[in-house]
């Protein structure tokens, strides 16, 4: 089968590699319709992420129809449409049960060689995939979910939801979302499914400011000027209530704990490039609370049911598509952020 796997010198490849195949009754077997570039490939591609060796399939954001499935799979069938967690979880230990799969020791990303994927799950960018533990991996495709929108709901509508989820909104809130990559995109969306008055969006390019503001955000511009100010100007000098960090920008930070209003909350998903000054002090005599994590995936489907039911569209979000042999110009036009792209899909 065709696959982008890592090549030596910081790059990626189309290659032929051995087909997927069912190895334990636990596992499916899935045919990829769509998949996803994410900065998490560019960071393996970049050498970035020890551990994973050249050849190995990359890529964990995906959906697709079900081909096959082991002896032991009872929720899903040949000819669903699936979408998966980007990684598979063992669903009995301590974390798994109570709800934070992100935390259990068995976590394995799709392609995320020896260090990420103690199950031995390969990447997805390929023609076939095969799937461990496939009945907690997999999540039905609502049929009106087309295969665009469903591929964006597995890692970057459950990492916004839960950016806006550990915020603690309130309904009423002002909320500021930080960075409109695709995460900051979607957790405008996110932020809206709890109920607050107003999200602001920050950001400095045309094209993210103006998804922005097509998910019913307001755009703040940081060429316009301090953005600490424009919010603070914009909540009666109150501040936002709570703050979604997903720039991973350390200036973005600062300016996260001077706009948030005391008590508030400023939640962190984007991950940080430089080293973060923490002004533990400030944030104790505020009461600033400051939670970070990267996310949950047992939100994955509640999300299909809120986008099944039309309470969220991520599709414009999804600004190019390529084929699966063209995965290197693909990675191109992600990694240097051409053509004002925003999420790449890559289709077999
Ligand atoms: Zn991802
Ligand atoms: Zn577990």
Known sequence: ??????????????????????QRSTDALVRMTVAAICMTDVHIKNGHIPGIAPGTVIGHEFVGVVEEVGSAVTSVKPGDRVDSIPAVSCGVCPACRAA????????????????MAPMGNDGVQAELVRV????????????????????????????????????????????????????????????????????????????RLAVAEQFGAVPI??????????????????GAD??????????????????????????????????????????????????????????????????KHGRVDVSPIATHAFALDEAVAAYDLFENHKDQCLKVLLKP
């Open 1 to 22: 089968m065709k696959a982008v796997v890592l090549a030596d010198g910081n790059r990626v490849e189309v290659a032929e590699v051995p087909d997927a195949r069912i």
């Open 100 to 115: 934070t799969p992100q935390n259990c020791p068995e976590l394995s990303m799709y392609g995320g060689g020896e260090a």
């Open 132 to 207: 461990p533990l496939a009945d907690l991996a997999l999540c039905a495709i609502p049929d009106n979910v087309p295969d665009e929108q469903g591929v964006l709901i597995g890692d970057m509508l459950s990492t916004g939801y839960h950016a806006a989820n550990e915020a603690r909104i309130q309904t009423g809130d002002a909320v500021v979302v930080s960075g409109c990559g695709p995460v900051g995109l979607c957790a405008i969306l996110a932020a809206w499914q709890f109920g607050p008055r107003q999200v602001f969006a920050i950001d400095m390019f045309d094209n």
């Open 221 to 238: 511009d940081l060429r316009a000027g301090d953005p600490v100010e424009q919010v603070l100007a914009a909540t009666g000098g109150r």
């Open 242 to 307: 709570a703050v979604l960090e997903a720039s991973g920008n350390s200036k973005a930070f600062q300016s996260a704990i001077r706009m948030i209003r005391r008590f508030g909350t400023v939640s962190c998903v984007g991950l940080f490039e430089d080293p973060v000054e923490f002004p533990i002090n400030t944030l104790i005599y505020h009461g600033v609370k400051v939670v970070m994590s990267l996310g949950n995936l047992s939100h994955v489907p509640r999300l299909m049911d809120l986008a």
